[in-house]
Structures are given as structure tokens and as C-alpha cells.
């Protein structure tokens, strides 16, 4: 072999090495750069999953307050009737009992200042909030208008009530109603279905609340919808409703159904103590 030839073959072994060595490093970049990504991404859905569980625990201040600040109320101004009755009937009038109904009045006026010193602090009111301050808070009993409105938005709803419905805790029924408004809303917006379904499931110790919309089957071919990311506002919904439902000490499943579309599933304990 000649000199020439030996030349060649020695620069091809050099720029195949420097080639080989160049090929690595930009393979480690590139596995540098993904992990990167990956990590910024992965605080990017917990950021986004803090921020839900935040506004979901300031609306559920919020409605903790409307709940308590009512029943308080009744407290006060039916403490105060009975004080004024006993003090209009002198003679049968108990002093200690007179004395102990206008306690109940003070600690409850107190309660409701502190309640909205707290709420102001800790929740300040949502700007253009849906609903005013003074309607009754969402019931199940009061299903129909929210089914009505998703009726004449395309897309019927079919309820059904298994069990006797009975009255429950104020938290418990609105949370109850909240699962139910969040997935039919979702189904809208985001599941392309035609049809929904509402289960609510009155047990003895236990509510059950699921919701089924329709939609393309997961084994369908070039049909299934992609999984509800939780960086998305339907997966910031899900984890609202997840931390609203805990507060109950409850469980809530969400998935794709095999057999096509979404289901929300949630449990709530009832106290019957």
C-alpha cells in the first residue's frame, strides 16, 4: 500500500472518529435538552395543578361562608325572637335563660364578623362571579335549570334518582351539585358527545354521584379522543373537583369509558351520627 493510500485511510479514521465523538456529544445534548423539557413541563403541570386546587378552595370558602353566615343568621334572629317573647312575658321569664339567648345573639353577630373579616382575607370575592351573594346556594333538589340550560345548548341530559332523596348537610349537597355541573360541563366543551347521563344514589351512609357522557369509542380506529391532559382547563377542573370532594372526606374517579365518551364518578360519606 502506498503512502498516499496510507494517508487516506488514516484521515478517513480520523474524521470518522471526530464524527463518532461529535454524534455522542450531540446525542447528550439532545438527551440534556429532552430532560430539560420534560422537567419543565412536569412544574408546569403541577404549577397549573397548585393554582387549581387554590381557586377550588377559595370557591369553596366562599360557599362555606354563604352556608355558615345563613345558618348562623337563623341562630341569631331566632334567638333574639325567643329573648324578646321571655322578656314581653315577664312572670314566666327565666333570667339565666333570658341571659344565655342574648350570649347565643352576641357570639353569633360576633361569628359573622369574623367569618367576613376571614372570607375577605382569605378569599377575596371572584370579579363578575355568576352568582349573586344572595340566591340560595346550588342543590340537587334544584337540578332542573342547569339540566335545561345544557338541554337547549345541544346536548340532553337524562337523571336519574335511585333511593329515597332526603335532606342532606348544605356541603355535602353542594358539592354533590358542583360534580355534577363541572362534568356535564366538560362533556360539552370538551367530549364531542350527543347525550349525558346523571345517576345520584341516595344509600344509608353513603351519596353517589356519577355522570356518563357519550362519545367516540376508545377502540375505535382514528377515534379516540386524546385523555384529558392536567395541564388543560378540563384536567384544572377534574383536580378542583377532586379537592373539593376530599374536603368530605369523599373519593372521586374521572375516566374514558371503554365503550366511548367520559365518566365521573364521586362517593360522599354522609354523617348519620
Known sequence: MGLAALAAAG????????LGVLLARTRRRFRAALAE???????????????AVDAERARIARELHDIVSHNV???VIQAGAARELLGVRADAADPDVVAALGAVETAGRDTMRELRHLLGVLAPPAAGDEESALAPPPSLSRLSPLIDRLAFAGMPVE????????????????????????ALTNALKHGGGTRAE????YADHQLRVEVLNSGPSVL?????????SRSDAQGRGLIGLKERVTVYGGELDA?????????V????PLDRG
Open 73 to 75: 343568621s337563623v341562630m
Open 11 to 18: 484521515g478517513a479514521v480520523v474524521v470518522a472518529t471526530w
Open 255 to 263: 375516566r374514558r369509558r371503554l365503550g366511548g365518551g367520559f365518566r
Open 37 to 51: 423539557r420534560g422537567w419543565l413541563l412536569e412544574r408546569e403541570r403541577e404549577t397549573a395543578a397548585a393554582a
Open 220 to 228: 375505535s380506529e382514528g377515534n379516540a379522543p386524546a385523555p384529558p
Open 159 to 182: 337523571v336519574r334518582i335511585i333511593g329515597e332523596p332526603r335532606p342532606l348537610p348544605t356541603g355535602i349537597d353542594l358539592t354533590a351539585y358542583r360534580v355534577i355541573q363541572e
Open 265 to 268: 364518578r364521586a362517593k360522599l
Open 198 to 201: 346523571v345517576t345520584v344514589r
